[in-house]
Nanobody
Framework: QVQLAESGGGTVEPGGSLRLACVAS????????MGWYRQAPGNQRELVAS???????DYDDSVNGRFTVSRDGAKNTVYLQMNSLKPDDTGVYYC?????????????WGQGTQVTVSS
């Protein structure tokens, strides 16, 4: 069973920065992709950024230019650097790992970390 552990959340003022980390219990390169999602109160969980095993990265338009996803294979860790934070960025941030398992895929989720942007 794969385990994902997020950390780095907290409360920050608008314009501030946070760096989230997601540590996997096995090599992150064993997954087809890893992604960061967020869920605001009353909203559905939405994709923020994804990082595929081949290095391809996608960002939601709302965070493009402000957030950066990266990885450290030696530490089995994926990061989300969040700059110029806005109140709309508030929510619980989840890490997801997608594993290819014929004939489909299997998703693993972390427990989430709270990010609050408020003055």
């Amino acid at each position: 069973q794969v385990q994902l552990a997020e950390s780095g959340g907290g409360t920050v003022e608008p314009g501030g920065s946070l760096r989230l980390a997601c540590v996997a219990s096995r090599s992150i390169f064993s997954f087809a992709s890893m992604g960061w999602y967020r869920q605001a109160p009353g909203n559905q969980r939405e994709l923020v950024a994804s990082l595929r095993a081949n290095g391809w990265i996608d960002y939601d338009d709302s965070v493009n230019g402000r957030f950066t996803v990266s990885r450290d294979g030696a530490k089995n860790t994926v990061y989300l650097q969040m700059n110029s934070l806005k109140p709309d960025d508030t929510g619980v941030y989840y890490c997801k790992a997608e594993e290819t398992r014929f004939p489909g895929t299997v998703d693993y989720w972390g427990q989430g970390t709270q990010v609050t942007v408020s003055s």
